[in-house]
């Protein structure tokens, strides 16, 4: 999906320059995998592509919580202008709108208004790529862009929209998927499968039939709560954050990222039958992402849990 974003980015602007951040991921394929700051591609990344420092909550773009919209949206003006000297323009900024791999920091609404006038001004698109946030799961919002208060050119679905059967998708205006279709000859062999669409109506329905939006906010605001009383226990729980069920706390060690350290809490978890993952720049915040029929009472066994896994690791 994001591959196919990306052309109809191309299509409509005429333009090469992608811009993502510095700590995300965007797919596999060989257009999207030049975004992966974590593995460099082969060959090195091409100079079409460009790279801007995420936001953070411990180390914030330019020192400080209070101006890093300011900061990040500097950042996306040093890229356009570099990308622009190089005569490849800006055809799209391409971003979770939740910063899922970046950490997911707590971000005010409107945190992306300079930047995405930037990319606009320039010529580019913006593409929120929802396959993490979306769907419900912040609990506040259906999507993760509309929680951040801000209006994509093109979003892209994927894994949630079927429950982890697998289907994606591709949203945009009627004038954009024009341009694609003028620019670009498509053909999907497993697109449009009548069993994946089944799959994918089936979610909605019970999304919508058994409130699972609701359950997001409700079970999400429990559990920060009772990570709080966890992070009094142990400090090296540095930060506890997130929206609906997309949470998770921030661990650091004399005043280190703790890395180290979360990858032996992932793995201890494991062996208690909890299934985790570390994100952020440095690994060092576990990643908590249940799925949307997630209860109270399965927050009171994670956290349990949790408790013993740092117990056991911090001995």
């Not at 333009?15 to 965007?26: F, L, Q």
């Not at 697998?166 to 498509?186: G, H, I, M, S, W």
């Not at 540095?238 to 990858?263: C, H, I, K, N, Y």
């Amino acid at each position: 999906a994001n591959d196919v974003a990306l052309r109809m980015a191309q299509a409509v602007t005429g333009k090469t320059g992608i811009i993502g951040t510095d700590n995300t991921y965007h797919g596999n394929t060989a257009a999207v995998s030049q975004l992966n700051a974590t593995k460099v591609p082969v060959g090195g990344y091409g100079d079409h592509v460009r790279q801007v420092p995420a936001p953070d909550n411990l180390r914030p773009v330019g020192g400080n919580r209070a101006g890093q919209a300011e900061a990040f949206c500097a950042g996306i003006e040093t890229a356009i202008a570099e990308l622009e000297a190089l005569g490849h323009g800006v055809c799209a900024l391409i971003i979770c709108p939740y910063f899922a791999n970046e950490g997911f920091p707590t971000l005010e609404r409107g945190f992306l208004e300079c930047a995405i006038a930037a990319v606009r001004k320039a010529g580019g698109l913006i593409i929120s790529d929802e396959v993490q946030p979306g769907f419900g799961r912040l609990g506040s919002h259906w999507w993760g862009h509309e929680r951040l208060g801000f209006a994509p050119d093109i979003v892209t679905l994927g894994k949630p929209m079927a429950n982890g059967h697998p289907v994606a998708a591709v949203v945009t205006r009627p004038e954009v998927l024009e341009a694609f279709q003028d620019a670009f000859k498509y053909f999907n062999t497993f697109g449009g499968n009548p069993v994946s669409a089944a799959a994918a109506m089936a979610t909605l329905e019970v999304i919508e039939d058994e409130g699972l939006v609701e359950n997001a906010r409700d079970v999400g605001t429990y559990a920060l709560d009772q990570l709080q009383g966890l992070a009094g226990k142990y400090d090296v729980i540095a930060d506890v954050r997130g929206a609906g069920l997309f949470f998770g706390v921030e661990l650091m060690q004399d005043d280190q990222s703790a890395g180290d350290l979360a990858l032996r809490m992932v793995n201890e978890m494991r062996q208690r039958g909890v299934l985790l993952s570390t994100v952020g720049r440095f690994e060092n915040a576990l990643k908590i992402r249940p799925p949307c029929v997630f209860s109270r009472d399965n927050v009171d066994l994670l956290v349990s849990v949790m408790d013993d896994a740092f117990a056991a690791v911090l001995k």
